[in-house]
């Protein structure tokens, strides 16, 4: 079963990169609109924002030149291929260090660009807090769970930006053409969502998706006209 979703994965990988070129400008109008939205009523993503602060202290002047720092960034990022991988149905063998391609997930097939990709968009830690805060009863109301989620999301943006960089051999394997054309509008994408539902919840989702696609049923009108 993996194979066939790697073949297919893998054929839509230059399709998914110009889709995500082409609505770019969607996601540029979300993001305005959700920013719009956050800017009117800052007390709302008060606590989501004093977590991300936090954690970027914390990083600089501490978590950065501590071995327990580095380490968690590497943790997150062999989890995010761990759990993409078995998303798309590869049985995970075991973990080791891979000096070439820098991944210690060793897995049944050849794998895929996805599987590849994805630490370097996908919030695994945040995503962590954030099923957190369902799980507790009105979790997703209180305080804590949001300086939380914003201490997650600082570390997806500090671990991000440490590990985009010209040498890295995972990103140089996937050519960086496709890498600019994916990275930005998907992390951009994936910030957008966590600041969505750090302001309002579920509602913030729905209304942030809401302008993603206003665009689209905008030019969809004018056309049917």
């Known amino acids: 079963m993996h194979r066939s979703i790697d073949r297919w994965i893998q054929r839509l990988q230059w399709p998914i990169a110009m889709v995500v070129i082409i609505l770019s400008p969607c996601l540029l109008w979300a ?22 602060v936090l954690f970027i202290t914390a990083w600089r002047f501490i978590l950065k030149f501590r071995a327990i720092g580095p380490w968690l960034m590497r943790a997150e990022h062999e989890a995010t291929h761990l759990l993409f991988a078995l ?13 070439k391609s820098g991944s210690y997930v060793r897995f049944l097939g050849r794998g895929n660009w996805l599987i590849q990709i994805a630490p ?16 507790i009863p009105l979790g997703a109301y209180l305080p804590w769970t949001g300086v939380a989620l914003g201490i997650a999301t600082g570390f997806h943006v500090v671990s991000t930006i440490r590990e985009i960089r010209r040498d890295q051999e995972e990103l140089k394997a996937l050519s960086w053409k496709f890498c600019l054309m994916f990275l930005p509008a998907m992390n951009l994408l994936m910030l957008c969502f966590l600041i969505a539902f750090a302001k309002e919840g579920f509602s913030g989702l729905s209304n942030f998706m809401s302008d993603l696609i206003q665009p689209l049923k905008t030019l969809f009108q004018l056309g049917s006209k």
Not at 37 to 52: K, M, N, Q, W
Not at 87 to 99: A, N, Y
């Open 31 to 52: 993001t305005f609109q959700l920013a719009s939205r956050v800017v009117s009523a800052p007390l709302s993503t008060l606590a989501f924002s004093g977590g991300v």
């Open 120 to 135: 370097y968009f996908f919030p695994t830690a945040a995503i962590l807090f954030w099923f957190l805060a369902l799980w």
């Open 87 to 99: 998303m798309t149905l590869h049985p995970i063998v075991g973990l080791s260090r891979e000096e």
